[in-house]
Every structure is written in C-alpha cells, then in structure tokens.
C-alpha cells in the first residue's frame, strides 16, 4: 500500500505489476497478474496497524528536531475572529502590541474536556500583537497573534510577525497532502479500505520526510527546502534496490539524491487562485455508475 500511494499510477493492477518485476529482479518466483490476492490481503490488514506505525514514525521525526529547530518553545497563534482585541487596555508595550488578562471562560470549550478545562488557571496573562500584511497579492492585510512571550525586548514583534509568516509552510504540507499525495480522491470502494488508504497515505507522508530529514543533515540542508515530490519520486525509482546485498548502497544514493534535490528560497510569493484547465461540460455522478447505465439503456 505504501507504492500504490507514493506511485503516480495508484490502480491495484499497477501495484501486481511492480511486485511481479520486483521479484523478478531480485530471484524470486513468479506471481499470477491477478489483483484479487492483493485485495483481499489489503482487505484483511487490521486497521490499527497504519496509524500506529504513523504515529511512531511521526513521534521518531518529532524526538529528532533540536533546540535550534524550536523557536523558544513557546506558543505564538492567531488570535479567533470571535475575539475581539481592545489596545487600550491592558499594559501597553508599543503601538499595536500590549499585554492583558483573559480569563477562563465560565463554560468548557467545544472540543475541550471537562477535566482538561478545570486544571486551566483563572487568569492567564497573554501578549496580543497587530501588524499590518504590505505583501502585495496576499488577501489578509491585518493580522493579530497571542503569546505569552511577554518581554518586547526578548521577543520583538517583528520577529514574533516574521515567525508566524513561517506558518504558511503548514498551509503547503496540508496541500502536499491532499494533492501530491493525492488524498483528494481514494479508490476504496468501503469505509474501511477507504481509512486504511488515509493512514497509508500518511505513512508514506511521515517516511518521506523522515528521509528528507536524514537527507538534509548528510547534506547539509535545510529539509524544508528539499523537494517533496521529488523526494517521492527518488524512492519509487530506487525502491528495487531497496534489498539484497547492495541495499545500504542504493539506501545511501536515495539519500543524496533527495538530499540534491533543493527548491529555491521564495518568501512573499503569491499565486493567482484560479483553476489551471477547464472543466469538461459534463455533470457530475451522483448515482451510482450501474443506475446511470441502466436509465441510459432504457
């Protein structure tokens, strides 16, 4: 499941086709170009095994970041829409940055737990920050954090604006999900393989970067300027290599090859939201495939 969701062509009989000409490679007998075999063991895989090995891979890449990765492990978020900043209360620190009370709301949060709720103090002093967005083809033009990084001297707020400029990145890894990953549409045809798709979706995610991470520091770049898809793309070409005696060999030559793969550095670019194709002037399906067919033939 991790090459059919890593390969560009996703479809059960591409994954048959691989395996075939993997064992092929490395000396092993021939298999039946069926696809039932494989669905059925897909079908079987219990449904804890993907997330928990998710998990793991993303807690190893987690224990791996270093103090010069955090950024004075603190908290640093935009402020909800719902809450309505008032600089003139509050200790003023400058024009637009201020630090106030909030108080613990009298009513648990949605998406909270009660006990989570009851052990938040009854105050909690919170440094609130408004600057104003110059880059030209950006749709916000105000924006307002909250921290507690309450020293102005220590934490400017301009590095506090710069920091959370940086947050973009994750606005670009949701995307790499959904679209280079191709999470926007699974082939599963129950609830069940559907989630197992999800979660071998993720784990190929969480093992790419995991490699990107090992990459860039043998390389000595930076891991979120090397290229995904192209990372992606280096495995699935090397991935018959993967075994036997020259498998540390070919292991070492991914690594420099995602490792060589760098994207450019481009902050403050933006992309006109526009769709690239036109859409053909068909309608949608919205009955299944054997109704349709059959109101077609009468």
Request: proline share 5%; aromatic share 8%.
């Amino acid at each position: 499941m991790l090459w059919q969701a890593l390969n560009l062509n996703s479809a059960c009989h591409a994954v048959v086709a691989w395996l075939a000409a993997h064992r092929h490679v490395v000396g092993l007998p021939d298999i039946s170009p069926e696809t039932g075999a494989y669905c059925t063991a897909r079908k079987r895989l219990p449904e804890h095994v993907l997330p928990v090995l998710s998990g793991r891979v993303a807690d190893d890449l987690r224990a791996q970041a270093t103090v010069e990765h955090l950024w004075c492990g603190r908290s640093v978020f935009r402020l909800h829409q719902s809450r309505r900043p008032d600089f003139r209360r509050g200790r003023a620190l400058a024009v637009g940055d201020h630090v106030v009370s909030w108080k613990r709301p009298g009513r648990c949060p949605g998406g909270l737990r009660a006990e989570d709720c009851a052990q938040l103090p009854a105050t909690l002093r919170v440094r609130e920050i408004r600057y104003q967005v110059a880059v030209k083809g950006f749709r916000t033009q105000s924006v307002t954090l909250a921290t507690t990084l309450l020293d102005a001297e220590a934490y400017p707020a301009e590095a506090l604006a710069e920091l959370y400029f940086r947050r973009w990145e994750i606005e670009v890894d949701f995307r790499h999900l959904k679209t280079t990953m191709r999470v926007e549409v699974l082939r599963g045809q129950s609830p069940a393989v559907v989630e197992k798709e999800f979660w071998a979706h993720v784990l190929a995610y969480n093992l790419t970067r995991r490699l990107m991470w090992e990459a860039g520091r043998r390389m000595g770049s930076e891991p979120l300027r090397l290229s995904l898809k192209g990372a992606m793309d280096h495995v699935v070409s090397r991935w018959h290599g993967m075994s036997g005696a020259g498998a540390m060999k070919s292991y070492n030559a991914l690594l420099a090859s995602i490792g060589a793969d760098r994207l450019p550095e481009r902050p403050g670019r933006a992309e006109p939201r526009v769709k690239k194709r036109r859409a053909k002037g068909y309608p949608l399906m919205q009955q299944p495939r054997a109704i349709l067919k059959r109101m077609l033939t009468g």
